[in-house]
């Protein structure tokens, strides 16, 4: 394997970084260990492997190493976080703290340090150093987004093992830690915008209804500055009169005869929902699909667009009605 990156290298500590999109109004919340196990892959078990559990006390867990049979201690694996972080907020970034030292500076690392979540990637740590400190890696995405749900459950954790690289072959090694503690950076998550017409189907040159509906998915926080736009499909337009409701506040436009809708400054409470309605008229023959832009909002950012709904504007069919005469 590869030498580990250098760069980082103070003390003994991985911390692993998970950032998404930048966050308005970042919370943080920091939790150690709740419980801590080995997993038999690798060559030496940690004896104490509890101690990981809990706030730094210098109580360590601890693995012997040696080179060239048993370089590599068991993965240490860390859950029970009992994080409680709002659901439906975005989670910016993770960082997991490993407390600890090696009983000769620079010849053991943090090794295949990862999340517990299928399909993540690992990081390695730097060489740790011979006294308790803080080693940094990252940051890292572990190519996945994660949700508040994934961050608050009991199985949510990090594991890592302790491998010998640097040093002489039959010297063993002692690895230390102490603790594993995760901080979470997160914020309000971004509302949520659909779109519906009222019916599947209707006569060129009739009406029907469209309906968006906006949702706010974050269970503790209103969102403010609500807003999107709809530029409605050719050979739809906005019908005479227009039909305007709006429940979502702020200002809502729909000028009738116009091709477009939209609302600026809206407002929801936490998990809650608003719609606006529009009457449109279909002037022309054909399939009409319809997406908003991507909805936004002052404390949750930029979201996605809609739903792509889809109204069939048809012919009216002509009946004839043929009549006869009965004979006397």
């Known amino acids: 394997m590869g030498r580990p990156d250098l760069r980082f290298c103070v003390g003994l500590i991985a911390v692993l970084a998970i950032f998404g999109t930048g966050a308005s109004q970042a919370a943080t919340s920091s939790k150690f260990a709740g419980t801590c196990i080995n997993v038999s892959l690798g060559n030496m078990s940690w004896d104490n492997i509890a101690q990981l559990q809990g706030s730094s006390n210098d109580v360590p867990a601890t693995v012997e190493l040696s080179k060239p049979n048993f370089p590599l201690s068991f993965y240490a694996q860390c859950t029970g976080f009992g994080f409680a972080i709002p659901l439906g907020s975005r989670i910016d970034s993770l960082t997991v703290v490993i407390r600890g030292y090696a009983s000769v ?16 990637s690992f990081s390695n740590g730097g060489f740790w150093g011979s ?22 459950d009991s199985g949510f954790g990090f594991r890592f093992r ?34 519906q017409f009222g ?15 906006i949702n706010n998915p974050n269970a503790g926080t209103a969102l403010t500055g609500v807003a999107f736009s709809d530029t409605l499909p050719a050979g739809l ?8 409701s709006n429940t979502c506040g702020g200002t809502a436009t729909a000028v009738a005869g116009g091709g477009s809708l939209g609302l600026t400054g809206g407002t929801l409470a936490a998990n809650g929902s608003c719609a606006i309605q529009i009457t449109v008229r279909g002037t022309t ?39 006869f005469e009965q004979p006397d």
């Open 285 to 323: 023959l054909g399939e009409k699909s319809n997406t908003t832009s991507t909805v936004t909002s002052t404390e949750g950012g930029e979201g996605s667009t809609s739903n792509t709904a889809i109204l069939a504007v048809v012919q009216q069919e002509l009946i004839f009605e043929h009549g």
């Open 131 to 152: 006294t308790y400190a803080n080693h940094f890696t990252g940051p890292s995405l572990f190519n996945t987004s994660w949700t508040a749900a994934e961050i608050n």
């Open 237 to 244: 337009v906005v019908a005479t009169p227009n039909g305007l």
């Open 162 to 195: 302790a491998e010998y690289f640097n040093g002489p072959e039959g010297v063993p090694v002692t690895a230390v830690a102490d603790s594993m503690e995760v901080t979470v950076e997160y914020s309000p998550g971004p509302p949520t915008i659909s779109t």
């Open 105 to 120: 500076a620079n010849a053991v690392f943090a090794s295949s340090v990862s999340s517990l979540k299928p399909g993540t």
């Open 199 to 213: 019916a599947s189907s209707i006569l060129v040159n009739t009406t029907t209804t469209l309906g968006i509906t």
